[in-house]
């Protein structure tokens, strides 16, 4: 029994070890070796456990009513659960984009790194920190100056305006990938219906943004990195929501890297291709 928990912790160690990703691991291999040998052996940490940990706190301890505890769960369960989520047989947006980032290996790992943290921390409040991660995209200054619509939508009472700035713009126009800074922003109206009965944008609710600017991707955990965008949200007053954990954001976007994480990204380019140069 023990030799097959050695056998298999050592086997993962090197199937992480293998992949390129990892070369700059190779001065923990030899820390996770030294592990094996303690009386109480200890999970090596898994690739991918960062990106967990922004939504499922850092010490597997969940800050929101909505995302569960994964330390000291039961590690056959966790394993299961994040097949089902890869499968899409269980379905959450979040989870579905997570794990279909990760292979059977990974999966595992994972499992193992999360059941051995203690379900009841000696510190139970210093274990509930949370690892959210935060927007550092500010409203567009003058918007909508410099920005151009490409899409209007009226739903539930609510209309949606699609802004792309000229460096959004351009590129889309030219058919190329969206370059740093790209900046789409989101706008909800209250609609309201003109002398002639037809709806127009009333009074701003909120707005959401996402901006690309180089190096912004380096310090988000690779299972969530959008290459360099960021997200944010903005009151009517274009005051950013720090409350915002981005980690959301980016779970959801991260399927479609190859429109640029942009899902409307079709709508950009139809539009901005019958258009003039916009400026
Ligand atoms: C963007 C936020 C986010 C990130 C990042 C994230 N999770 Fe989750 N996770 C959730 C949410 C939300 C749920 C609840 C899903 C549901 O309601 O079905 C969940 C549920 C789970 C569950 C099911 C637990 C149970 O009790 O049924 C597992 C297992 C899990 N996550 C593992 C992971 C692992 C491992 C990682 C890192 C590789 C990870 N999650 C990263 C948001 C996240
Ligand atoms: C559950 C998945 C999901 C999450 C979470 C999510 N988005 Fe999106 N987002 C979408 C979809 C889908 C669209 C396209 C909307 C449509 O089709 O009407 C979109 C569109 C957008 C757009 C317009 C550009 C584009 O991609 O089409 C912006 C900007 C945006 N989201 C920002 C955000 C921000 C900021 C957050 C975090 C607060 C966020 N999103 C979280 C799914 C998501």
């Not at 967990?52 to 597997?60: E, L, P, S, T, Y």
């Not at 409040?125 to 899409?151: C, E, K, L, W």
């Not at 009151?235 to 942009?262: F, M, S, T, W």
Request: charged share 20%.
């Amino acid at each position: 029994m023990e030799s097959f928990y050695v056998a298999a912790k050592l086997c993962r160690v090197f199937s992480q070890y293998a992949q390129p990703s990892l070369r700059a691991r190779a001065a923990l291999v030899p820390v996770l070796l030294l592990a094996f040998g303690a009386a109480r052996a200890q999970a090596p940490t898994p690739l991918y456990v960062e990106a967990c940990k922004a939504c499922h706190g850092r010490a597997g301890i969940s800050l929101n009513p909505t995302i569960p505890n994964l330390a000291g769960q039961k590690p056959a369960y966790l394993e299961s659960q994040l097949k089902a989520f890869r499968s899409k047989e269980r379905k959450n947006d979040l989870m579905n984009a997570i794990a279909a980032q990760l292979n059977d290996a990974d999966a595992r790992a994972l499992a193992v790194y999360w059941s051995s943290l203690p379900a009841v921390p000696a510190d139970a409040n210093g274990a509930a920190v949370s690892a959210a991660i935060h927007s550092r995209m500010d409203f567009p200054r003058n918007f909508p100056a410099g920005f151009t619509v490409y899409q209007t939508l009226i739903e539930d009472g609510v209309m949606t305006k699609r802004y792309a700035n000229a460096v959004a713009w351009e590129a889309a126009r030219g058919g190329r990938e969206l370059p740093t800074g790209s900046v789409i922003v989101q706008a909800s109206y209250q609609v309201q219906r003109d002398a002639a009965g037809k709806d127009i944008a009333g009074a701003v609710q909120s707005y959401s943004g996402m901006e690309s600017r180089t190096d912004w991707g380096k310090d988000i955990p690779l299972l969530l990195r959008n290459e360099n965008w960021d997200y944010g949200l903005f009151g009517a007053d274009g005051k950013r929501r720090d409350e915002l954990n981005e980690a959301q954001c980016l779970a959801c976007h991260k399927p479609i890297g190859n429109d640029n994480y942009v899902f409307t990204m079709k709508e950009l380019r139809q539009a901005s291709a019958h258009s003039h140069p916009s400026s």
